[in-house]
């Protein structure tokens, strides 16, 4: 009977952790987790980015090729060739001719088909406009925001100019103009061409990311690289959309060796 109880009294020695183990254990896990979960989050933010431009260019094109099947063809849309940005004798610079009317008449024939919900037209003054915006590296463009055209989408997408360069464009490969889209909203930083803000061309019959064509002056190779782009200032930034659209991510922030036609990612 004694043998029996004295059981209850066996002590067994387990082991553990200590405190110090612990605490080192949870520093390691902190040390992977600060190095770690920023990348991820840039990661989804970008993704993010693309799959907004994806669903605006599929959105705006779509509103375009209604406007031309209700409207016909671009060149009959009753956009004049006096249109031009002149300077005075102060060498400020303004917008000539018809320049304001051809771009309402652009938007307003699209914007029949969009769900616009706020606009800022072209030297409107009471509306909210940024005070200027930026290229691929964070620069400021010196932009002349005043006589932009800023449309924003009832899903927070904000439509960037209108520029109607061609008017009497038949040819299905003859550009008529570009515009920009801001995923976030102008009201919303950064404002900068290749991160948030991206452009596009207008041709006859469709709407084309900017930057796919090697030929044109802001293709992907010359103005989508931090370091090595060959425009002006301004202009670094505006190849990347094609980019963003066809190759499905924006890789070209953190490596400035990818090529249209090479290197698609920076872990190649």
């Known amino acids: 009977m004694l043998k029996f109880f004295s059981n209850f009294y066996t002590t067994n020695k387990q082991s553990a952790f200590t405190l110090a183990e612990v605490l080192i254990t949870l520093a390691i896990i902190g040390v992977v987790a600060a190095l770690t979960i920023p990348n991820l989050v840039m990661k989804y933010k970008e993704k993010a980015t693309v799959t907004k431009v994806q669903k605006a260019y599929s959105v705006i094109n779509s509103a375009y090729k209604m406007a031309l099947a209700n409207n016909g063809e671009l060149s009959t849309w009753g956009f004049t060739n006096n249109s031009s940005i002149e300077e005075d004798e102060e060498g400020n610079s303004y917008l000539a001719g018809d320049t304001i009317k051809n771009i309402n008449i652009l938007w307003n024939t699209i914007g029949k088909h969009l769900n616009i919900v706020d606009k800022c037209m072209p030297e409107q003054s009471n509306c ?32 960037l100019g209108g520029w109607i360069e061609n008017f009497s464009c038949n040819n299905k490969n003859d550009m008529c103009g570009d515009f920009a889209i801001d995923i976030n909203g102008i009201r919303n930083l950064p404002n900068a061409k290749g991160r948030d803000i991206f452009y596009f061309k207008i041709y006859p019959d469709r709407i084309v990311p900017m930057g796919e064509d090697p030929e044109e002056f802001n293709a992907f190779d010359k103005s989508c690289n931090r370091v090595n782009s060959t425009v002006s200032s301004s202009h670094i930034g505006y190849g990347c959309t094609a980019w963003v659209v066809e190759k499905g991510n924006m890789d070209y922030l953190h490596c400035d060796d990818l090529s249209w036609t090479g290197k698609q990612k920076c872990s190649e």
């Open 128 to 159: 909210y406009r940024p005070e200027t915006l930026y290229n691929l590296n964070l620069e400021d463009c010196n932009t002349e925001v005043d006589k932009l055209s800023f449309l924003t989408l009832n899903d927070g997408t904000t439509i």
